[in-house]
């Protein structure tokens, strides 16, 4: 997408109103002209591949609805700035809003990132809706009811069904449990959460190792070699960047996993670096909300796949339904205000008109709720290398709708996993 | 027992790849008194490009057990970038040190955006080629024959370059180099063409560090970013300019961090650090440090 | 033409800077609360670099001192008084530094640069592991302060451009003058002189030692200063503040507005925040660009963009 060019001049002299009156976020006066909307997503670091891949099914999706009449009439125009640490994001995001003029922002991936940039959504009155990134912990505090933001579902979402396959799939099969998981709030609350789903049905398992690597580490031989001591039967691991290829190739090669059953309940990132040969069957392998070779998947998921492959040569996951999902949902609440209220709706209108929507995403029917959390599709299940691909496939698909896997609204986490009711 | 091994090999593993950067590192600084701190991205380039190496090779029909020398072969070639990298860095020779410092940060965040163009921002691996060499049993630990190769190639590095620089003329001139660079100007040293040698085999050992760890590890676009924090604790460590430093920096790192992960997982991240300020409080010029001041 | 004193170039900046909000948007003054931030803390930083000649890659380790005091006594806490603030953040900066300064000063040059480093990437670690304190990688909240017991009230944007801005303003204005004197005072000019030939200054009985570390503290006092600011403005602490790659940005600025002059960093600050704005509307490979401005400018202006002016109005009134 190209990018607006700006000139250091253009920038000073475009400065008029006087800077006293706040800041109110208005959409752009021109209202037959394009319909900016804003990306922002990582492009480098440990999650530059996850941010590729939305920010291409994005694109793919804003030019299929452009050649379609575009969003009630209007062409989309996609901004695009990179999500970097929090602070730096911030500026780009009110760059967006302020300086762009884009009528919302889609978007991140990082919990500590959509933490900080949330906050300042809400204030600035910008409709806001998330990719990824939404954890426990912290988001009470800072976002009791939000208004313009809207979260996607809960990253624990795929702990929790791995842990329940895993209890499914497995029960009986293990005594002795070892995790690995990266060392920030993403791994912690995954793993805590994996435990409390075994206590709560009632497996009798004993957690014998628990390893903590730095997010992104590349050198797990040490890690392997610690778990091994232990003897595991079963490894639950929800490592997702470069650190998991690494981790499935060392621990084969060290025989890490022969007769342990594994769950992966975020490997879908990774998909097209977790080669078969160090693969072991049956892993339970999570693509969160896009199984791209999924044989029931809608005609869209299909094309929009078979154009990917075509393109990138690689498959997508998850993180593409999620940009895409974001767009479609907002496309929907756009058009249903419209439509309700005759002109162009003010991002308050869209606001309120988005919850409740059920809209076709690539990965199958989601919508938000009514406290603008998303609730999508999960899909899991067990792998297989038997497949025409260098990577696993599912030999079987569970599919979960989020209200299976997901608190209530109001409710806290910890108090859901002990009592809610759960599909296994 | 067992778990002895463990450590011991997992942490010579991660040694071995460390004292090549961190020889890198000393080497240029020792001589051209420059703190290289683009030092991780030449490992990331030595990863990046040896897994192309590999594939190429692969696709030319090379047998999957010659990919070692491929690698090594990939380590040395890429690392002649430092060639041309050494020409730009002449014009801050005779300028303040701290010049020198910065002109290889901008590289460092230079080169962050070629991996990215040319790579791609999806971590490179390459499938289990390196399982062709099969898998040793030492004191009943499984270990792939490959890491124990990656040591012995470290180690074979490591004694070619104490014997180039101990018993080789050229060694000699670049010690005095090292040691007093007007004086062996005077005696007639061309110290132009002395530095370029000793940068480019810096970049080399950090190139065919990369390479070397790469077909066990992955590539990533912050494996530069990241590697720097470990090299500079190991020079730290072993002290400033010395090969021997960067050895025993190396060792001292690379098991503190396996000893951790097998004890205490969680102190994972800070061992090294503590290691770290115990020497600074302790032997604040490193181990095998000289003059630091 | 008389040399023109830093700290007039300062004054005329700083008004500048006053009758900014009747010109610029509401977006170019928000990018200008990191500048601020940015260019106290490079004051700070500029006299351990430029005045006493110790170049440090840590010092975002203070912005991170800044920002978690900020962030705990906000939320944490409940104190909101940005002047409880902004007295400890200080003491805490000045407590830390003298820990870590006593470990490094005894260094220069290079080494010095890399010990800083180190400590600043081991604040980092500090930050992301003890997380049931810090927050970890989610950061720690920062809540809008009082300034001078008032609360502004309104929107978050309104309150920064407005009240905050002017607040920064008058902070920046006060600290630079203090630094001023600091750096014109026989204090500075033993540091200048520790700078040019240490065992020379020795030899005529300056205390290296605790001038070092002096200047080390001062300077870390300015970095949690500018810490506060970036974090109040931005509403969050998070350990990227203290990434070693953070106080690399930080030469960049001192090296692209000068280091050789007092206010050279503080453009350095100004012209980085604003070229960066630029770089990454324009490019996805944004770091490429700024590396290569990095490289160009040390091979080719190393004195910066003040001492380039320097050169140019020094050759005009004939030289010296």
Redesign the interface.
Known sequence: MKLTRRSFGKLAGSGLAAATIPAVFSPAIAQSGPLKIGILAPRSGVAGTAGECGIRAVQWAAERMNKAGGIAGRQIQLIVEEETNPKDTIERFRRLILQEKVESVHGLISTGVSLGVAPVAEEERSLFVMWDGTTQDGVKETMPDPKFVFRSTDNECEAVMGSLLAVKHFKGKFKRVAGINPDYSYGRNNWEAFKQILTRFGVQAEFVAEQWPKVGTLDLTSHVAALKAEKPDLIFSSMLFADLPVFMKQGTAAGLFDGVKVVLPAAGWQLNQLKKEFMPDGVIFGHNTLYFDYADGSALQKAFVADYMDRYKEAPHWEADRAYFALAAYKAGVEAAQKAGGKWPTPDAVAQAIPGLDVESLGGKGRFRKDKIAEQVFYQGPSTNKNKYDFPTLASVDVFQADQLQKPPGVDFWDWIKTGKMPV | MQGVVDVILGGAFHAAVLFLVAAGLQLVFGVQKIINLACGSFYALGAYFGITAVGIAMSLGLPAASFFPVVIAAGLLIGLVGFPIERVLRAVYRRDESYQLLITFGLLLMFQDVFRFVWGATPRTMDNAYLVYGVADIFGVRVPTYNLLVIAASIGIAVTLGLFLQKTRTGRIVRATAENRDMAEGLGVNVSKIFALVFTVGCMLGTVGGALVVPSSAASLEMAVELVVEAFAVVVIGGLGSMSGALVGALIVGLMRAASISIMPEMELLSVYLVVVAVLILKPAGLFGKVTA | MPRISGLWVLAALIAVMAVM???????????LL?FFGYAIALLGFNLL?GTTGL?S?GHALFLGVGAYTASTLTSKFGVLSYEAILLVSMLVSALVAVIVGA?CV??????F???T??FG??FH??L??F?SVT?????M?VLRPLLLGIDFG?????FL??PFYYYVLALFAVLGAVMWRITESPFGLHLKAIRENANKAAYVGVQIFRMRLAAFVISAVYGGVGGTI?AIT???A?P??A???HS?NL??MA?LGGSGTFVGPVIGALAFV?LQ??V?????????V??????L???FL?QGISGAFKMLFSRQSGGK
């Open positions: 909000p009747f010109f610029a948007s509401s977006y170019m003054l928000l990018m990191p670099f170049l890659f470990l005894r260094y220069t040059k290079i080494f640069g890399m010990l480093l180190a990437m081991l670690s500090f992301f592991k997380y927050g970890g990688d989610q950061g909240r309104g929107g978050k944007t309104s451009i407005g970036l931005t509403g969050l998070d990227e503040l990434y070693w790659t690399g030469v960049f090296v604003t704005d630029i990454m509307t324009v490019t996805q490979y944004w770091r490429f700024m590396g290569a401005v990095l490289v400018l040390v091979i190393p």
